[in-house]
Every structure is written in C-alpha cells, then in structure tokens.
C-alpha cells in the first residue's frame, strides 16, 4: 500500500511509557556533553518552531524527555528543559490573553502537556492571589535550577582554566557552550516570565473604572518595572546568542527514540499526521535575535514614552498619537511574530476599556492630538466635539489594534475600517461649518485627513508585499498612489500654513504680508514619494508603448479589476474617487513617444534620488519603507532608464515590455526590459 494512503502505516510509534517499559529509550545518563549539545539545541529549534505556527504534538512534543523532565537525572538538562517548558508556558499564556492569534500564527493545544502554572486558558476562572502565588513559587524553582546549574558550570569551568578540572565537563570549549545554552534559557524564561506579569497586571480583572488615579499609577508602575527586568534580561539573552551559534559545530549525533517526530499519532485528541521540517538552528538563532530586539523596542518605547528610569510620582503624559501611530508602522514593518504582537496588543488596547497600560483613556491621547493640532480648545465642550472624539477614538482604538494583526490580516482589516471614517468626515464637515472664525480652516476634517492618508496609502502599498497584484495592474497602482501622495501633499502644506497662522495670532503677532514657508522634512518625503510613484508609472508605460503592448489582464476585465482594487475608498466622501475612465484618459500616451516618457521618468527619479539623499543627511526616520532602500530602488531605476534610453536612441528593439523585480524592496520594483 502506497504510505501516503494511510499516514499510520509504516514503523511503529511507541509513547514515553511504552518506551521506558521496553528499555528502548536512551537515557540522558548515557549521554556524551557533546550529545546533550545538541539536544538543547534541537529543543530549542522545536520551541521556536512551535512559535512560528506549527502544533505542539509536531514540535515540543518530539521530544520525549519534554513529555516528563523529572526522567532526567543530569542536573542542567533537567533545568533547561524545564525552563524551556516554562517559559513556552508563560509565552502560550501571553498569546491567549491578546486573542488575536490566527490559525496561521499559533497553535494553542496542549495534547495533555503540563507547561507550567500560567498555560490555562483565561476563561478558566481563578483567584488572581492564588495564581499569582503559584506561578511565583514554580517559576522561582526553575530559575533556582538553572541559577544552580549555571554557578555549578562557571566553577567547573574556572577549575579547568586553573589547571585542576573536576571532571565534572569534558572540556572548557564544551563546558562554555553549556553554560551559554542554560544562561539564555535562563534569560528568556525571565523575558516570558516578567511580559506575562505585565499582561497579569493590567488584566481587566485588576482594572476598574471606579479606581483612583493613584492605583492606575501604581498599576502603571508595576508595568513598567516588569518590562524594565525584562529589557536587562534582553541584554543577556541577546549577549549568549553568538556564543551558541559559535559552539553549534561541537554536537554530536543523538541516538535513536530521544526524539520521536511521529509520536503525536499517539497522543490524546486530534494531532496533525505529518511530520514536519524543524528549523535549523541558525535559524531558530536569528528568530529568537529578533523577538528579542523587538520586545526591547515596545519596552523602551512604554517606558520611556511614560517614566523616567526612577520615578516616584506620577508624570505628565507623554504618549502621543503620532508616536504611538509612527512607532507601530515601523514595527509592522519589521513583520514580527505573534509574541511580540500579542504583547503590543495587551498594552496598547487592552480590553479594559480602551487604554493604554489598562489606566490611560485612549481618547485622552486623542484629544491631545486634536489639540496639538491647533484645534481651538474652546470648542471642545460642545457636546458635538464629545461625540466627535470618542467616535475618533473607537476608530483609533481600530486601527493601533490592527497593526498588531499579521501582514495579510492587517490589509484586510484595514480595508474593512476604512469605512469608520466616512461618518467621522462629515461630522467633521459639519463642525467647522458651525465654527463662524474658522477662517475656512477646516480643523476637524484636516486633522481627519492628515491621520486617514497614511492607511490609504499603506492599504495600497501593502499589496505589493503581499503579492496580489498582477503586474499588469502596477500601472493603475502607482497612478491611485500618486493621486493621494499629491492630496496628503496639498494637505499637509494647508494645515501647516493655517497653523502658522494661529501660532502667530496665539504670540499676538501681527499679521504680515505672505512669504514661502520653507518645507519639513515629512512634506519633502511626501513630495518625493509622489515622485518616485509617477516616475515608475511613466517608466512602465514608455515600456508598453514602446512594445506596442498595453497591460494584459488574464482574468477578468481591467475595469472591474480597477475598482475591486480601490473599492475600499470608494466608501470615503474624500479624498474623491477616481473613475477607471480618468484613469484611461491620465493614461493616454498617443501624443507623446516612448523616448519621452523615459526621458520624464529618468528626471522625476533623479530628482528623488537627490530628495533621498537630503532626507538621509537629516537622519528623516520614514513611516514604514526605509529612506535607504527607497534610494537604493531609485538608483538601480535610475541606471536601467539611462541604459534603456541610449538603447532607444540606437534604434535597439524592446523584445519585452516591463518587467518588475523586488529585489531591493518588497514594495517598489525595479524595472527592467529585454532589449535585442
């Protein structure tokens, strides 16, 4: 019988009992420490491999020491494995508190493992004192364990430099490589452990709206000295990585039954059949070096947004909506995993209500946006203005939530809300027509626009990482991203223009004759991209012209394609929606010969190519892309332009028309052509 008939068939699958019946298992007493190298290592990858998505019954449970530690008689396995479990534990806990894992992000069964006190689901209802306690006491002797193992080695190996071993290590190079694998187990078991008080403290049962501003303080404050041991635990971590990595090449094979990758036919419910790739170490390495580094940045940023390093008394506030919004499009952009997310999510929109850390209003941050806008502050007492902010702040809470949801999730919410802000831009209309000095100002529905441009174009920009667009559509693509980098261009030169003025009018300055107000960094970014956007559609289209071939669209008609992908907007009242006919009619390129469209695409690149370079001077941190590697795609168009252009002018025949490639960035491509 063909094996892929029946996944069952085949050797058999012995369970850790069966195994220790028949005296098949080899037992960690008879391993060599170069032996026990590799199995620390191999967990390790099965650990971050359960991270990324797969079952445990695929990954932890492969290996049947993880099944019962307490069968492991060498002190600093036992520890290890213990603190791996434990720490997948507080991880696992971490992750069902956020409740915004996908089936594709994390799976949460357990398949009757024990990982420790705090991996119950928060539906199970126990007394925070109790639970507190335990998880205190367990966690307290793992950590004691792996305290002991790792002096245990660092005598051992201080007795080996001296000249007199104990023989309790076979050698310094192994002995340095066991310790570096029990100090990072160490390590992130803290990390886990401190994140996971974190979530604990600000849980909604600890929260409530009748409490004082002196608890939420006091709240706010047990927050922020868990993620402050937990950055110092970072370091360490961070620190023992190269020498792991360094010490890989000193493990040896691993005998038969330790690990068992088919054993989850053998346990309790329902467990994937197939036996899955385990990462590689360097691998697992390097995903561990990045959620380590980006639970640093939401720790730096909470804390340091909210507390100096030693405080007493309650602050000022210092989150601000821009920050905050800034901070999570950087982050998205790194891609992270579910950890780092599902911690973002509990500080920053926690189910208590809308607040930041559980204790600060969401709409407080709002409103201080709105204010450090130059919104008059006057005008918010009107009952109206209070409605306005809490619809906002529903529609923020929204979006900062939805930057912790994976890539392709991400998109989809994204597309979805963008339709909250459509009553929120009337009511905005109608607030500053009711504002008789508002100097056609329009404070309302320019603050509204100045924080909806970004996720339009985001929306838009998202799709080319994702893959879903045809290349035939990257022409219609830059050209809706031009139109609305132009609009958030415009609109960020009026609101900058009027808030001038009322900072002058505020200083009692009297009003002078107009002069050119010399750009910020952030209009000039702006400008450029828009630059960069038309450039590549005047690039693609000589191409076609050039080929005598217009975009193909192998399913559907270009039409309807053209408005399924800017449906989203179409439920905006502004920007106004552009029309698949003034698409074709932007697009018209009968009067103008394909030499000129590349000779206007190579000037507009240029002039990106030197705006990059003045914002790279000024040390301009750019939401999302990075200002280098947005200078690197111009360039490399740049030098494909300038070649195709003298190709053009020695009469050399175009055999294809574009072809796009990312090699320099997952958003903007880089063009290219086969020429005869």
Known sequence: MDPKMDSGMGEPVYTLDEQLEMNSLPLDSSLSQSQILTLMDQLLNCEVTWYSGYSLAQTILTCLYAH???????????????????????????????????????QTPLFGLDLGPVSIPPSKKKKPSDKDESTKDDTKATSALLIEAEEFLMKSIKHFKDGAPDGSIESLEIGEAL?????FCRSFLLVATNACRAAVTIAPSQV?????????????????AALQTCNKAIKIGISQIPLISASSGLNSP???????????????????TRVIPIMSTENSLEFLGKLLNNLSEISNFVTFSEFTENFEEEPELHFSLPNILHFFSQMSSKNPDIIYRSLSMILFTSTAGKKIMGTIPISKIVKESMINFEIPKNKFN??????FVEGTTEVMSTVIANWQLNRSRQRRRMGRSLEDWAP?????????ERIPDSKNRRY?????????????????ELGFELELYSPSEYVSIFWYLDYLLGIQHSNEIFCRNWQLEVQDEKKGKSKKSKKQIPKTNSQLFIETQSLLVRGLQRYALALYKETDSMPKYPLGFAESRFYNRFMAFHRLEQP??????????????????????LEYAADLLKTCKTNFEKLSQANFVSPGIDIKTLARVTIMNVININSLISKVKTKSDVVSGPIFTHSASQVYPVIGATIK
């Not at 009107?382 to 409605?387: E, F, G, L, M, Y």
């Open 444 to 460: 309302f529905l320019s603050w509204i626009l100045h924080n909806l441009f970004p996720m339009m174009i985001y929306y838009l």
């Open 382 to 387: 009107d009952a109206t203005v209070v409605a």
């Open 208 to 224: 409530t709206a009748a409490d004082t501003s002196k608890k939420k303080f006091d709240l706010r404050k047990k927050v922020i």
């Open 424 to 432: 929120l831009q009337r009511l905005a209309h109608d607030l500053d």
């Open 254 to 272: 691993l005998p038969d039954g330790i690990f068992q990758p088919k054993v989850g036919r053998r346990l309790q419910g329902h467990t994937p």
């Open 576 to 597: 106004v929606s552009l029309l698949y006919n003034q698409y074709l009619q932007s697009n018209d390129s009968r009067d103008v010969t394909a030499l000129q469209l």
């Open 68 to 106: 019962r530690p307490s069968i492991v008689t060498t002190p600093w396995l036992q520890s290890y494995i213990k603190g791996v479990l434990e720490t997948c534990g507080f991880i696992r806990d971490i992750i069902l508190r956020a409740r915004i894992f996908e089936e594709e992000d994390f």
């Open 179 to 183: 310790l570096a694998r029990i100090k």
